[in-house]
């Protein structure tokens, strides 16, 4: 037994997963999973609301020819919930338009069927550590190492190009959103990196890292964005603590659609709006108005599942929440700002909401 396996906080799933993958990597190692059982708001059900994830185990995706090990699946996978329902809806994974990511429930069974079909390992009785409980409001973040802020280079360092190519100003995405550049790190991938990060109640709480150029991720032998190990996205909205000025919110899925629509703009990082990430947004914006802005190439796969998490806002919104959905091939981080601002304003005024970008 190795180290790894004998320090899982679930034995069984690892050794399934050991044994149907070949390689499993640990993330969030020994952290237990935080929850309390709420009432939906829709259908007046009692389920589980998942605070903090805890362990999680990394795989290459058999879905979407992954090599990233880019397949989350929690340690609590396969056991029963609080009614006594096996969880096998808690994996995902974050390469752009794989069915598990869009939640598709076909490929839910696929995966089923891969870790409990053949073998059948009960992981409805397996044996769960504990763990050591994890408070959101406590979790700090460090840079990746040597940064200096974008608006601090020279006009002609890659960084400040890349900005200025895509339409962003360098001096304004360093002073408002504390962008950074990391020249020297201790971890290869954050090495000559755009740093972003992440706040919590005026806490850096973790970080993106992104390289300052485009190409086809998918093909790329590192990811788009790498998140900082233990930052919490699921129980944070980016920038909402600007956006809380404004009359109106906008939810898109990444920060550089933030930073295209502005101070009012929010990301869920990642085409996802959980059960904290929704509270959040209400309690920010409950006499207010907000928009959901996913990008195009998702909608489609998602729209079972986000219709009624739009219901939910809207019904919780004193001036209303509506989904805009922008054109095939184009997505915010793409679009001038004005241009953006416009048909977003356009389109919810059809669906009974009014854009207000001003301050309260």
């Given at each position: 037994?190795?180290?790894?396996?004998?320090?899982?906080?679930?034995?069984?799933?690892?050794?399934?997963?050991?044994?149907?993958?070949?390689?499993?990597?640990?993330?969030?190692?020994?952290?237990?999973?935080?929850?309390?059982?709420?009432?939906?708001?829709?259908?007046?059900?009692?389920?589980?609301?998942?605070?903090?994830?805890?362990?999680?185990?990394?795989?290459?995706?058999?879905?979407?020819?992954?090599?990233?090990?880019?397949?989350?699946?929690?340690?609590?996978?396969?056991?029963?919930?609080?009614?006594?329902?096996?969880?096998?809806?808690?994996?995902?994974?974050?390469?752009?338009?794989?069915?598990?990511?869009?939640?598709?429930?076909?490929?839910?069974?696929?995966?089923?069927?891969?870790?409990?079909?053949?073998?059948?390992?009960?992981?409805?009785?397996?044996?769960?550590?504990?763990?050591?409980?994890?408070?959101?409001?406590?979790?700090?973040?460090?840079?990746?190492?040597?940064?200096?802020?974008?608006?601090?280079?020279?006009?002609?360092?890659?960084?400040?190009?890349?900005?200025?190519?895509?339409?962003?100003?360098?001096?304004?995405?360093?002073?408002?959103?504390?962008?950074?550049?990391?020249?020297?790190?201790?971890?290869?991938?954050?090495?000559?990196?755009?740093?972003?990060?992440?706040?919590?109640?005026?806490?850096m709480v973790g970080w993106q890292a992104?390289?300052?150029?485009?190409?086809?991720?998918?093909?790329?032998?590192?990811?788009?964005?790498?998140?900082?190990?233990?930052?919490?996205?699921?129980?944070?909205?980016?920038?909402?603590?600007?956006?809380?000025?404004?009359?109106?919110?906008?939810?898109?899925?990444?920060?550089?659609?933030?930073?295209?629509?502005?101070?009012?703009?929010?990301?869920?990082?990642?085409?996802?709006?959980?059960?904290?990430?929704?509270?959040?947004?209400?309690?920010?914006?409950?006499?207010?108005?907000?928009?959901?802005?996913?990008?195009?190439?998702?909608?489609?796969?998602?729209?079972?599942?986000?219709?009624?998490?739009?219901?939910?806002?809207?019904?919780?919104?004193?001036?209303?929440?509506?989904?805009?959905?922008?054109?095939?091939?184009?997505?915010?981080?793409?679009?001038?700002?004005?241009?953006?601002?416009?048909?977003?304003?356009?389109?919810?005024?059809?669906?009974?909401?009014?854009?207000?970008?001003?301050?309260?």
């Amino acid at each position: 037994m190795t180290n790894e396996e004998r320090q899982a906080l679930n034995r069984t799933l690892y050794r399934r997963l050991k044994a149907t993958f070949g390689h499993v990597k640990v993330k969030n190692s020994g952290e237990a999973q935080t929850r309390k059982v709420v009432t939906d708001l829709l259908t007046g059900r009692k389920k589980p609301n998942i605070l903090n994830s805890g362990e999680y185990y990394t795989v290459c995706c058999p879905f979407c020819n992954d090599t990233r090990f880019r397949l989350y699946i929690n340690h609590r996978y396969g056991s029963d919930d609080e009614f006594g329902r096996p969880q096998v809806h808690l994996a995902t994974c974050f390469n752009a338009g794989c069915p598990l990511q869009m939640k598709d429930s076909t490929t839910y069974q696929k995966l089923q069927d891969m870790l409990l079909g053949h073998s059948f390992v009960d992981l409805r009785k397996a044996t769960i550590t504990q763990g050591v409980q994890v408070d959101v409001e406590r979790i700090r973040s460090e840079w990746p190492g040597t940064v200096v802020r974008i608006d601090q280079l020279d006009e002609s360092h890659v960084a400040r190009q890349y900005l200025v190519e895509r339409g962003f100003d360098p001096v304004k995405i360093g002073r408002f959103y504390n962008v950074h550049w990391c020249s020297e790190s201790t971890r290869l991938i954050c090495r000559e990196k755009l740093i972003i990060p992440i706040y919590l109640n005026k806490k850096m709480v973790g970080w993106q890292a992104r390289p300052p150029f485009d190409c086809d991720w998918k093909k790329a032998p590192y990811p788009k964005y790498y998140t900082a190990p233990g930052t919490p996205r699921k129980n944070l909205l980016y920038n909402l603590r600007n956006a809380s000025n404004y009359r109106t919110g906008i939810i898109t899925e990444g920060v550089t659609d933030v930073w295209r629509i502005g101070p009012q703009g929010v990301c869920t990082l990642g085409a996802t709006l959980t059960e904290p990430q929704q509270q959040l947004f209400i309690e920010a914006f409950k006499e207010h108005a907000g928009v959901l802005l996913f990008d195009p190439d998702v909608k489609e796969q998602i729209r079972e599942k986000v219709l009624p998490i739009v219901a939910r806002i809207n019904s919780e919104l004193k001036s209303g929440f509506c989904w805009v959905n922008l054109p095939e091939g184009r997505d915010p981080g793409s679009m001038p700002r004005k241009e953006l601002r416009a048909y977003i304003a356009a389109q919810a005024a059809k669906k009974g909401v009014t854009v207000d970008w001003s301050k309260r």
